[in-house]
């Protein structure tokens, strides 16, 4: 057994095969921490999170490195806007951030990196280059030499002709070749900086990620991963200066993201056509939210509209359902779902109860991460439960143990994906937006004097499941009886 996955240099399906045996070190691109984060950048972060939870799964020891990128001219426009420090802005988005992956079941990789933390060693890199005379200073700039580095073009499959026809190219005092990219800033007056061989300045933006990566992997690592969009430049520049210094291969495997889609337009944040992360969340819950990122495979592009976020809640309300629906049925016989689920490549085939379903989720997993495929085996996982509940609850034994056998197989896959299920996990929704209203009629009762009508609004909730609890921040409520 394998993990077959798209690369995307070699532009093909290949084998996983790690560097070394049993083991991933992965990195990928994670934000500049300068705004909310939309859901195009947001569902890659989810996915490559799912790709590390799945590699887990299949038996290997992963590491995952991300980066925070906290210094950049977007953060400095964004400092200027908001009136506060640089620093005062990746703060801020930083935690906005770790919030916003929160609700989306997203665990933080095995080590967060910081460019800000790494200047020294940016410098240290950027002197290798100059001295590989393959970087050149002008001006208090330092500037990567692309066509001294043979293979620049080699991820995109793009010649430099064809690039200079293609791109937007920024004039700079002093730049060689109009593909040329700084490695190095020279400071402007009131911008961060720090010192360096060429003057005080700060690290151009591919630099950080050859260097964090490299330093914490080595070269030659397993999976690298980004959004479609960062292929051309990000990517191919960070191969430049990562096997420009080092030699060697410095990525074995490319992994890209596809983009989200509004409607039929690319989503991008020049375009302006923004859907914030945290507006999803709110608007229909973090669990339906991730549900409608992983539904589609890593590789395909996910579609933004009203109709597939309901499509995303309408599957998770029928998984939440069955999953109600088994637990009343098996009653205190009902298996608990594990902290662990492991499935080791090496492992003999699945038997028993849902077998087949265990074995097409892992097919499909395996096949490029076909989430969809995924999904479907869930789906019909969950078709099969509900065929027994009937019998179970009538106390035919051959059925309650099928169903458990089931239910046992569903609490591993959904765990697999992060979905919690219980019907607390999205506060959101439709129900959520009702009950928040209600919530907003009773304040608004209580502020008119009008006590006998909020309290009776507060003893409907309560009697259709819903707790509520005033704080001084404002009511907060619990739902336990709504599936
Ligand atoms: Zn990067």
């Not at 200066?241 to 690319?266: D, P, T």
């Not at 409608?292 to 590789?299: D, H, K, Q």
């Not at 009653?331 to 689920?341: F, L």
């Not at 027994?388 to 197989?409: F, H, P, T, Y």
Request: negative net charge; contains cysteine; glycine residues 10%.
């Amino acid at each position: 057994m394998t993990i077959r996955i798209f690369e995307s240099r070699r532009r093909e399906v290949v084998d996983l095969e790690p560097r070394d045996q049993g083991r991933i070190a992965m990195y990928a691109c994670g934000p500049t921490v300068y705004n909310l984060i939309h859901v195009g950048n947001a569902r890659t972060i989810v996915w490559y999170d799912q790709v590390r939870r799945y590699f887990e799964y299949r038996g290997y020891e992963v590491t995952y490195v991300m980066n925070y990128t906290d210094v950049d001219d977007k953060i400095i426009e964004r400092a200027k806007i908001e009136g506060i420090p640089p620093e005062g802005v990746t703060t801020k988005y930083t935690q906005a951030f770790e919030e916003d992956m929160s609700a989306l079941g997203t665990e933080p990789a095995s080590l967060v990196v910081r460019a800000t933390d790494h200047i020294e060693a940016m410098v240290e890199a950027i002197q290798g280059l100059v001295d590989k005379g393959l970087a050149y200073e002008a001006e208090g700039n330092v500037w990567y030499a692309v066509e001294k580095f043979d293979g620049y073009g080699k991820l995109s499959g793009r010649s430099l002709d064809d690039m200079r026809a293609g791109d937007r190219i920024e004039p700079s005092p002093g730049k060689e070749h109009p593909l040329d990219f700084a490695l190095w800033k020279a400071a402007k007056e009131g911008e961060p900086a720090w010192e360096s061989p060429w003057g005080p300045g700060r690290p151009g933006w591919h630099i950080e990620c050859s260097v964090m990566s490299t330093k914490y992997l080595g070269m030659g690592f397993d999976i690298h991963g980004g959004g479609l969009d960062l292929i051309f430049p990000h990517h191919e520049n960070e191969i430049a200066q990562a096997e420009g210094l080092f030699g060697g291969e410095f990525v074995r495997n490319w992994l890209h993201a596809g983009l989200v889609q509004m409607e039929s337009e690319k989503m991008s944040k020049s375009l302006g056509n923004i859907v914030l992360t945290r507006d999803v969340v709110e608007q229909y819950g973090g669990e339906t939210a991730r549900y409608w990122m992983l539904a589609s495979s890593l590789r395909s592009q996910a579609v933004f509209s009203d109709d597939t976020l309901d499509d995303a809640a309408r599957s998770l309300e029928r998984w939440r359902t069955f999953l109600e629906a088994a637990r009343h049925a098996l009653g205190d016989t009902a298996p608990t779902a594990s902290s662990s689920y492991r499935r080791p490549l090496s492992d003999p085939a699945p038997e028993g109860a849902g077998a087949e379903f265990i074995s097409r989720f892992l097919a499909s997993m395996d096949d490029d991460l076909n989430s969809s495929e995924a999904f479907a085996a869930i789906h019909d996982l969950v078709r099969e439960g509900n065929r027994l509940i009937e019998g179970a609850q009538r106390g035919d034994e051959a059925e309650r143990k099928s169903l458990a056998g089931i239910l046992e197989v569903f609490l591993e896959l959904t765990s697999v994906l992060n979905f919690r299920l219980d019907s607390t996990a999205d506060d959101s929704g439709l129900v959520g937006g009702l009950v928040e209203y209600l919530l907003e009629l009773r304040e608004s009762a209580r502020s008119e004097g009008a006590f006998a009508r909020a309290d009776e609004i507060r003893d409907r909730l309560t009697k259709l499941g819903v707790s509520i609890e005033d704080t001084p921040a404002g009511p907060r409520w619990r739902a336990s009886g709504i599936s």
